[in-house]
T-cell receptor, first 115, second 121 residues
Framework: AQKVTQAQTEISVVEKEDVTLDCVYE???????LFWYKQPPSGELVFLIR??????QNEISGRYSWNFQKSTSSFNFTITASQVVDSAVYFC????????????FGEGTQLTVNP | GAGVSQSPSNKVTEKGKDVELRCDPI?????LYWYRQRLGQGLEFLIY????????KSGLPSDRFSAERTGESVSTLTIQRTQQEDSAVYLC???????????????????FGPGTRLLVL
């Protein structure tokens, strides 16, 4: 079985603050893939990052960074110097090698960045 | 290039009617997926196509739901005898076949369409 938990339902910050979105996953597979998607008010899911379980390095992309910790089964997402345009629902998702290609999503975290 | 497209963008129907939702995947993507998102919730997997076959239909909630895909392209999700609990956003996604990708895991990345908002009155 696979499961993704995003314990933070809503987060509100002021512009320029750093914010971390938590994601904890459960899987029995040794090969798996983790994703973050952004869903702005328009509703379309935008792919942000894929992390393979066998990769070594953490990722940074501009103001975004991701911290993968196998020991704690976590894949947290940090936005540095947040902006109003970062306001959206963010979803963490998991794909296991043994369960085909389906994605299992967390419940999402609503991030609001206030000016 | 063009992304995943879905039609209609919105659909209002009466309880008991049948509806068809359409998905056009990204050109060259042989894998296609349907998900459902109820208001304020995460996404639930419905069905997955590889080419024209559906190796995983385990997420379809009842026998009122069916899907098909033709020509390794367009897919149609059909809901028969709609119920009010079917009201949701239905999202389609596509991805590259694994054998066409260079880097491990690339074929696992799914790209989503804008969704069809279904309201059953």
């Amino acid at each position: 079985a696979q499961k993704v938990t995003q314990a933070q339902t809503e987060i509100s910050v002021v512009e320029k603050e750093d914010v971390t979105l938590d994601c904890v996953y459960e899987t029995r597979d040794t090969t798996y893939y983790l994703f973050w998607y952004k869903q702005p008010p328009s509703g379309e899911l935008v792919f942000l990052i894929r992390r393979n379980s066998f990769d070594e390095q953490n990722e940074i992309s501009g103001r975004y960074s991701w911290n993968f910790q196998k020991s704690t089964s976590s894949f947290n997402f940090t936005i540095t110097a947040s902006q109003v345009v970062d306001s959206a629902v963010y979803f963490c998702a998991l794909s296991q090698e043994t369960s085909g290609s389906r994605l299992t999503f967390g419940e999402g975290t609503q991030l609001t960045v206030n000016p | 290039g063009a992304g995943v497209s879905q039609s209609p963008s919105n659909k209002v129907t009466e309880k008991g009617k049948d509806v068809e939702l359409r998905c056009d995947p990204i050109s060259g993507h042989t894998a296609l997926y349907w998900y459902r998102q109820r208001l304020g919730q995460g996404l639930e997997f419905l069905i997955y196509f590889q080419g024209n076959s559906a190796p995983d239909k385990s997420g379809l909630p009842s026998d009122r739901f069916s899907a098909e895909r033709t020509g390794e392209s367009v897919s149609t999700l059909t809901i028969q005898r709609t119920q009010q609990e079917d009201s949701a956003v239905y999202l389609c996604a596509s991805s590259l076949a694994f054998w066409r990708t260079g880097r491990p895991g690339t074929g696992k990345t799914q790209y989503f369409g804008p969704g069809t908002r279904l309201l059953v009155l």
